[in-house]
């Protein structure tokens, strides 16, 4: 699926050129060697994001004024390059000019890294993200929609802020709101419904146990964001900002009827995060036909044995999985080819 990777000042590399089997592949090394900054280039090269930061400037190598990352990707020869004129993308040599475009074109990922514990224990913001990332592989006009809300969301608060605020420009960004905020939340909403079997199967495999995950959205005026925001009126004004819409929804997560937050024991809580993003997989597989590539990172040293192989067992076989982590022991001797990470170079073992 991704068979070579080139680099050029992102992160801590100056230069990489690494050629990929046609398989998983393992890359092992110690911490701040450039282990994860490997999958975001990936991340980025696919899905252009990172998972790691929202601003693309960060990604860029000390004092340079921009990055490259290309690769071969199902079978397509893929770039990016940001500079001082922004993004850049291509596919196979021609110049796209619409991100969504590109995305369009491009094949599926699933991250899975320490972080995701933040899905279970941590804001809604978390829960948020790992909506959109799925919604974007599964409806393509999904972006458009929320890059015009994010907009209009910016612009509104702004107005919001002012002592006086124009009531007719919030009106007209009210407008905006509710058009694409209302397209956002249907999609979540039945994302959110979609996920559930999935997300329970993945958890009682890892778990070993029957542990029954719930899962509901809870959209922010969701169902008639129009009613929502007159009756919000008087407290956006006082408190200057936008206080209903998708930037305010989140997922209720339970664990056999408790909120899985307050009353999971920590290994349940890694467990639920690990089957958050298997179900994730599961889902894109059966909607899109084809299994994403797993970006797996770091994630073993915080997990049991029995979890570990239960994980590794539930991954589809035929998935390219690229997994990073500081030790090999857990590793069984059919392994998949091993990479040596450090001091910004990649070799294979």
Known sequence: MIR?????????????????????????????????SL????????????PRTHRMGHLMRFEKEGFGVAGECWGEVRRVTRGANGLELQVEGEV????????????????????????????????RRFLDFAAVQLEPAYRRHLTRYKRALKARNLLLKKRFPDEEQIAAYTSLLIEHGGILQRIRAALVEQLADPVNEAQ???????????????????????????????????????VVGPHRDDVLLTLNGSAAADFGSEGQQRTMALALKLGQGQLLERERGSAP??????????LDTRRRNALMEFLPTESQQLITTTSIEWLSRESPPLFRVGGGTVSAE
């Open 4 to 36: 070579a990777l080139h680099l050029v000042d992102f992160r801590c590399f100056e230069a990489l050129n690494l050629e990929l089997p046609g398989e998983s592949a393992v890359f092992v090394g110690e911490n701040a060697q450039g282990k994860t």
């Open 39 to 50: 999958l975001e280039a990936i991340c980025v090269l696919v899905r252009l994001q990172s």
């Open 96 to 127: 796209v000019e619409s991100q969504g475009d590109y995305l369009s074109s491009g094949g599926l990922l699933v991250w899975m890294g320490n972080e995701d514990l933040e899905l279970v224990r941590g804001p809604g913001e978390a829960r």
């Open 204 to 242: 009682s495999a890892v778990s070993g146990k029957r542990e029954v995950v719930g899962l509901a959205y809870r959209g922010a005026g969701a169902g008639d964001l129009a009613a929502a925001y007159a009756e919000a009126a008087e407290r956006e004004r006082r408190q200057g900002k936008t």
């Open 293 to 302: 590539v797993y970006l797996i990172d770091d994630i073993f040293g915080e």
